[in-house]
């Protein structure tokens, strides 16, 4: 059993400040962190205990992870992977049909019409068509194989990359500019500029997870630096963190003052509404950032934590990539609804429709934009209603 590569001759009962896992006064739990035996300088783990984790090799000095634990967590993931595929399945054949609906549309005009014209039936191709089955095979190589660990193994480091690039592809970089567009149809000129800026910001926020993606494959063939690089990756996720913060409160500010100033010159309801529908939008990332780089800066600074941060959150992340990936397939129109959609158009046009409803787009009960309330909101005119259906249906 190697270790991380620059723990050398260390034993289990020597402290080494860098090491955390070398116990003596770096570890508050004693000798293996207090599940194993410290035996001719190297540590014994009780039954279900391990040192072995993702990036960092530390089972000749400590047994801080529970096996049981974190094979509980990869099957929580497993269960509610396959649960979200089941009920995005009605969602995504909504989402196909208007899409051909669209395609057919298009094609009759002479136009041409594919998945990369339409970012929301991408990125539900992406992440059900891949994302989903990598989670299903990651989680299961971590149940099924306990040699099998990010940074040391190419089965579940594959996956690792894999997942993260698609989700941050897909459902970022694909569907965040995409939504926020969504939201600002209509807005001034301005604000259109500033929706395009929020796209190529969101563009170096993917660029960082993709980099943090290969590091697994990057440790698997530099074992001596596997510390190193563990530490690049958690310092990435603190830096994308900060500045997925920072892009949320900037470009919500931006946003603002071009509706506020919008506004000014011409008071109207819809732009209040308008921009009620931002402040919804950009919240996620104005609170959900700041805990995560609280997080990631204590997984980069606290050594104690190296060698067991990864094993325990990570399958968190993949939940929290499960479930937004459910969000975004429930943005989709069904049959009904799309129909009900259509009549309420041709009766504003006509005339003959209620003239009470909001004509703004909406959120779903998810905090998801919903494609019903959207459409009600910007079908004033039959190229408006097509330019949202385009870019997002």
């Known amino acids: 059993m190697s270790g991380t590569g620059d723990v050398g001759s260390l034993t289990c009962e020597q402290y080494f400040p860098t090491q955390a896992w070398s116990f003596g006064e770096g570890n508050a739990f004693g000798p293996c962190s207090g599940r194993g035996n410290c035996t001719a300088g190297f540590c014994a783990c009780e039954p279900g205990w391990t040192g072995y984790a993702d990036f960092v090799d530390s089972r000749n000095y400590d047994c801080s ?3 049981l634990a974190y094979k509980v967590e990869w099957g929580i993931v497993l269960a509610v992977a396959l649960l979200s595929a089941l009920a995005a399945v009605p969602y995504l054949k909504s989402r196909y049909a208007s899409y051909t609906t669209i395609k057919a549309k298009k094609n009759n005009k002479g136009e041409k019409y594919n998945l990369l014209d339409n970012p929301g039936a991408l990125t539900n191709v992406l992440w059900f068509g891949l994302g989903i089955p990598t989670v299903i095979t990651l989680a299961l190589l971590k149940i099924i194989d306990e040699e099998e660990r990010i940074g040391h193994t190419y089965g579940v480091s594959i996956c690792y990359m894999l997942l993260r690039i698609i989700f941050y592809w897909g459902g970022v970089y694909l569907f965040q500019p995409s939504l926020l567009s969504a939201v600002m149809n209509g807005a001034t000129k301005g604000a259109g500029s500033v929706v395009n800026l929020n796209k190529k910001l969101t563009g170096v926020l993917v660029v960082f997870h993709v980099i943090a993606a290969i590091l697994p494959i990057l440790s698997i063939n530099l074992p001596d630096a596997r510390m190193e690089i563990y530490l690049v990756s958690q310092g990435l996720m603190f830096m994308t963190a900060l500045f997925l913060f920072w892009q949320g409160y900037f470009i919500k500010k931006k946003l603002t003052a071009c509706l506020d100033a ?8 819809k732009t209040l509404i308008m921009k009620q529908k931002l402040n919804e939008v950009q919240k996620t990332p104005l609170i959900t950032s700041p805990p995560l780089a609280l997080i990631f800066l204590t997984f980069f ?6 060698n067991r941060a990864h094993d325990y959150f990570f399958p968190v992340m993949v939940l929290i990539f499960v479930v937004q990936g459910l969000k975004v397939a429930k943005t989709t129109l069904s049959d009904n609804e799309n129909s009900k959609m259509n009549t309420d158009s041709n009766d ?24 019903n309330q959207q459409k009600e909101g910007f079908m004033q005119e039959d190229s408006i209603a097509d330019s949202v259906d385009d870019s997002y249906v």
Do not use: H, Q, R
């Open 301 to 306: 600074s606290t050594p104690l934590m190296w």
């Open 262 to 269: 919008s506004y000014a010159m011409s008071p109207n309801e």
């Open 65 to 67: 992870i529970n096996i």
């Open 348 to 371: 504003k046009s006509s005339g003959t429709g209620s003239t009470d409803k909001a004509l703004v787009p909406g959120l779903d009960s998810e905090g998801v934009v919903s494609f």
